[in-house]
């Protein structure tokens, strides 16, 4: 499975959108964008993925780029309850997770 | 939705004692069952796959004879800590992929192990 690079923290005021960044520059064609998030001492929450076309839930929303190289989560009202950490992960459908180091987003008051 | 419970949420055992860790899907029909570890400041890192009725694939490094594994059925699945020590000490997660759907694992909201 392709590598990705975040951003190891973010900060966000509370009621802003969070925006995530990932990149993931050896992406391949048959590979998804999968985003998990992890509270603190909890098991991963599935958030939402896609292969190449922007998609959207009552969660977040995915936009991944034209050349596939990057994507951006965007939470469009943070919370306080969305502090965690955030995993970018690509993977071939059927296969398994592997997590990286994610990103810590912080939402403050 | 897709739940996944584990059982129990934390555990206390003494050095050399075996603990059983359950992961049930409870709406759902869960072919395929993973086992992750992670310990603290670290993220999860995969320990199995766990498929229904058939023997648990093991990652590099994993110890199949002290992580006993057990998928009985499509809801169920049990990781067993044989000889726990102290080292074994950690938050361990199953995951579950719906049957025919293998696309997006569903987790479980984690085990945490401690060994005196």
């Known amino acids: 499975d392709a590598k990705t690079t975040q951003p190891t923290s973010m900060d966000c005021a509370e009621g802003r959108a969070a925006n995530l960044p990932c990149n993931h520059s050896?992406?391949?064609?048959?590979?998804?964008v999968y985003w998990y998030r992890q509270i603190h001492s909890q098991g991963p929450q599935y958030i939402i993925h896609g292969l190449k076309n922007n998609e959207t839930n009552e969660m977040a929303s995915l936009i991944i780029t034209e050349d596939r190289k990057s994507s951006t989560l965007i939470l469009p009202h943070a919370t306080l309850r969305d502090t965690a950490v955030y995993y970018c992960?690509?993977?071939?459908?059927?296969?398994?997770?592997?997590f990286g180091k994610g990103t810590m987003l912080l939402v403050s008051p | 939705g897709a739940v996944v419970s584990q059982h129990p949420s934390w555990v206390i055992c003494k050095s050399g004692t075996s603990v059983k860790i359950e992961c049930r899907s409870l709406d759902f029909q869960a072919t395929t069952m993973f086992w992750y570890r992670q310990f603290p400041k670290q993220s999860l890192m995969l320990m199995a796959t766990s498929n229904e009725g058939s023997k648990a694939t093991y990652e590099q490094g994993v110890e199949k004879d002290k992580f006993l594994i057990n998928h009985a059925s499509l809801t169920l699945s049990t990781l067993t800590v044989t000889s726990a020590h102290p080292e074994d000490s950690s938050f361990y997660i199953c995951s579950a992929t719906k049957t025919g759907i293998q696309e997006t694992q569903y987790f479980g909201p984690g085990t945490r192990l401690l060994v005196l």
């Open positions: 992960i690509v993977r071939v459908a059927w296969s398994t997770l592997t």
């Open positions: 050896t992406i391949s064609g048959n590979e998804y």
